[in-house]
């Protein structure tokens, strides 16, 4: 059971999932879903590409309506069409940057590799909960120059782990590991990988065990947590109200400090 009760959702069936309904192999060729192309504001401007599906249920995701929690919709899409749809919005913006957004977009590995292969000009922000990041992958993340790793991390704790997301608390440790993993594959920590924190349900106390534990696996990274608050869009602070979770800290969608009513 979560820790409100629930049943736990469990992240291997969610995987398998997406995998039967969001990807396919065509030829040899791995397929995913994909909702939408944009330009976006964040990291100072990047091209997106917002990808069906998801390993985790988050109870703060701005994307659970339509990419994270479904699995239907969108188009299907191989890696030189994603590829070549981002390198357009970059162009037209005059980006550095692109990504994959909306999703995990870890699963079907070999899928994202391709798209940034396709894209070296750039610099590549693989957004990931880091679930599925195993040594074999990080060396594969590692070998390509061009990629910067943010493992979201969600919660400071186990326990904010289990409530976020319902899925078992063990799992909180595979996203530390996953920044271990890619650190020892020779990813540089802070600037090759680093580590995003959803903290808008943290104390101070949870907080400073989670930067311990960072500084276990490198003394920078404490320095470099990209912090997540809840952007208090309405779809949202429905999910939430849904799910009883209430944030501590959280932000209105123009970035103003705010508190859920």
């Not at 964040?42 to 249920?57: E, F, H, P, Q, S």
């Not at 195993?134 to 782990?161: C, M, N, Y």
């Given at each position: 059971?979560?820790?409100?009760?629930?049943?736990?959702?469990?992240?291997?069936?969610l995987?398998?999932?997406?995998?039967?309904?969001?990807?396919?192999?065509?030829?040899g060729?791995?397929?995913?879903?994909?909702?939408?192309?944009?330009?976006?504001?964040?990291?100072?401007?990047?091209?997106?590409?917002?990808?069906?599906?998801?390993?985790?249920?988050?109870?703060?995701?701005?994307?659970?309506?339509?990419?994270?929690?479904?699995?239907?919709?969108?188009?299907?899409?191989a890696?030189?069409?994603?590829?070549?749809?981002?390198?357009e919005?970059?162009?037209?913006?005059?980006?550095?940057?692109v990504?994959?957004?909306?999703?995990?977009?870890?699963i079907?590995?070999?899928?994202?590799?391709?798209?940034?292969?396709?894209?070296?000009?750039?610099?590549?922000?693989?957004?990931?909960?880091?679930?599925?990041?195993?040594?074999?992958?990080?060396?594969?993340?590692?070998?390509?120059?061009?990629?910067?790793?943010?493992?979201?991390?969600?919660?400071?704790?186990?326990?904010?782990?289990?409530?976020?997301?319902?899925?078992?608390?063990?799992?909180?440790?595979?996203?530390?590991?996953?920044?271990?993993?890619?650190?020892?594959?020779?990813?540089?920590?802070?600037?090759d990988?680093?580590?995003?924190?959803?903290?808008?349900?943290?104390?101070?106390?949870?907080?400073k065990?989670?930067?311990?534990?960072?500084?276990?696996?490198d003394?920078?990274?404490?320095?470099?947590?990209?912090?997540?608050?809840?952007?208090?869009?309405?779809?949202v602070?429905?999910?939430m109200?849904?799910?009883?979770?209430?944030?501590?800290?959280?932000?209105?969608?123009?970035?103003?400090?705010?508190?859920?009513?």
């Amino acid at each position: 059971m979560g820790g409100s009760g629930r049943p736990h959702i469990d992240p291997e069936r969610l995987l398998q999932l997406v995998l039967t309904y969001a990807v396919k192999s065509v030829g040899g060729k791995v397929y995913r879903l994909y909702k939408r192309f944009r330009a976006d504001r964040w990291y100072g401007g990047i091209a997106t590409a917002d990808v069906v599906g998801c390993n985790l249920r988050c109870g703060m995701c701005w994307a659970w309506r339509n990419t994270s929690f479904v699995l239907s919709g969108g188009v299907w899409m191989a890696p030189e069409e994603v590829a070549a749809r981002l390198d357009e919005i970059a162009k037209a913006r005059g980006f550095r940057q692109v990504r994959i957004s909306g999703g995990e977009p870890l699963i079907a590995p070999r899928h994202l590799l391709e798209v940034a292969d396709l894209l070296s000009k750039y610099i590549f922000i693989v957004e990931t909960n880091g679930i599925l990041v195993d040594r074999e992958l990080a060396r594969e993340l590692a070998a390509r120059p061009h990629l910067a790793v943010r493992v979201s991390i969600k919660g400071a704790t186990l326990e904010e782990f289990e409530e976020i997301t319902l899925a078992p608390p063990s799992y909180f440790y595979k996203q530390l590991e996953a920044i271990r993993v890619l650190v020892e594959s020779g990813m540089e920590p802070c600037r090759d990988v680093y580590p995003a924190a959803m903290l808008g349900f943290s104390t101070d106390a949870a907080v400073k065990r989670l930067e311990e534990a960072l500084a276990e696996i490198d003394p920078r990274l404490p320095n470099c947590i990209d912090v997540e608050y809840v952007i208090l869009y309405p779809h949202v602070v429905k999910l939430m109200k849904a799910r009883g979770l209430k944030p501590t800290r959280a932000v209105t969608p123009d970035g103003v400090p705010a508190f859920m009513i």
